[in-house]
T-cell receptor, first 113, second 112 residues
Framework: QKEVEQNSGPLSVPEGAIASLNCTYS??????FFWYRQYSGKSPELIMSIYSNGDKEDGRFTAQLNKASQYVSLLIRDSQPSDSATYLC?????????????FGSGTQLTVLP | DAEITQSPRHKITETGRQVTLACHQT?????MFWYRQDLGHGLRLIHYSYGVHDTNKGEVSDGYSVSRSNTEDLPLTLESAASSQTSVYFC???????????FGPGTRLTVT
C-alpha cells in the first residue's frame, strides 16, 4: 500500500527559530513531491514542489529530498506566528497514467510569539 | 484571474436526500479531483477525472458519483446522504502533464 507518513505533532517552535517538518514515503519509484500549507478552516495551499535530490529554496522555505532514504522535509527559517498551520506532504506514485497524489495526515505547527 | 470555486460553502441536509456539490475551475485544467477531509483521516480521494467524459473511482467512492460533461466542472453527487458523509469536501485540479494540484475553498457538509 502506498503510504505517506508524517509526525502529527503538534510541533511548537519559538518565533525566529527553524521549524523542521519531515515526511517519509513507501515507493522508491516516486518522482514528485509537494508540500501544502493548510490554515485552520481553509483549503490546502501548494507552497513547494521538489523533483530532484537535494535542496530547493524559496524565500524562507527549503524543501529537501533524499530518494535513497525515501524522505522529504520542509524547513521554515525565521518562523513567524503566521506560519502556524498544518503542513501536508504529498507524493505522486507513478502507476500507469495515474496523476493522483497521496497525502500524509499532516503536521500541525505552532509558532510561539 | 483563473480560479477554482465550490458551492455551496456550507450545506446541511437530511439522511437519505440527494445532494450535489459543485466545482468549477477556470484554468482549463484537464485533471479534476474530489477529496473529503476528516479528523484522523487526512485527505481521502473520492473520485477523479482526467478529461471530459472520463471519471474514475478513488479510495472512498461508495455512495458518491461524478460526471464530467465539460472541462470546467466536476459536480459530486451523494445519491442518498448518510451521517457518515458529514465532512469537508475539497475539489482540486491540475494541468496537463503536471501533478501540482490546486484546491478550491471547500464545502462543509452536515448530514443530520
Amino acid at each position: 500500500q502506498k503510504e505517506v507518513e508524517q509526525n502529527s505533532g503538534p510541533l511548537s517552535v519559538p518565533e525566529g527559530a527553524i521549524a523542521s517538518l519531515n515526511c517519509t514515503y513507501s515507493d522508491r519509484g516516486s518522482q514528485s513531491f509537494f508540500w501544502y500549507r493548510q490554515y485552520s478552516g481553509k483549503s490546502p495551499e501548494l507552497i513547494m514542489s521538489i523533483y530532484s535530490n537535494g535542496d530547493k529554496e524559496d524565500g524562507r522555505f527549503t524543501a529537501q529530498l533524499n530518494k535513497a532514504s525515501q524522505y522529504v522535509s520542509l524547513l521554515i527559517r525565521d518562523s513567524q506566528p503566521s506560519d502556524s498551520a498544518t503542513y501536508l506532504c504529498a507524493v505522486h506514485y507513478p502507476s500507469g497514467s495515474a496523476r493522483q497524489l497521496t497525502f500524509g495526515s499532516g503536521t500541525q505547527l505552532t509558532v510561539l510569539p | 484571474d483563473a480560479e477554482i470555486t465550490q458551492s455551496p460553502r456550507h450545506k446541511i441536509t437530511e439522511t437519505g436526500r440527494q445532494v450535489t456539490l459543485a466545482c468549477h475551475q477556470t484554468w482549463n485544467h484537464n485533471n479534476m479531483f474530489w477529496y473529503r477531509q476528516d479528523l484522523g483521516h487526512g485527505l481521502r480521494l473520492i473520485h477523479y477525472s482526467y478529461g471530459v467524459h472520463d471519471t474514475n473511482k478513488g479510495e472512498v467512492s461508495d455512495g458518491y458519483s461524478v460526471s464530467r460533461s465539460n472541462t470546467e466542472d466536476l459536480p459530486l453527487t451523494l445519491e442518498s446522504a448518510a451521517s457518515s458523509q458529514t465532512s469537508v469536501y475539497f475539489c482540486a485540479s491540475s494541468g496537463l502533464g503536471s501533478y501540482e494540484q490546486y484546491f478550491g475553498p471547500g464545502t462543509r457538509l452536515t448530514v443530520t
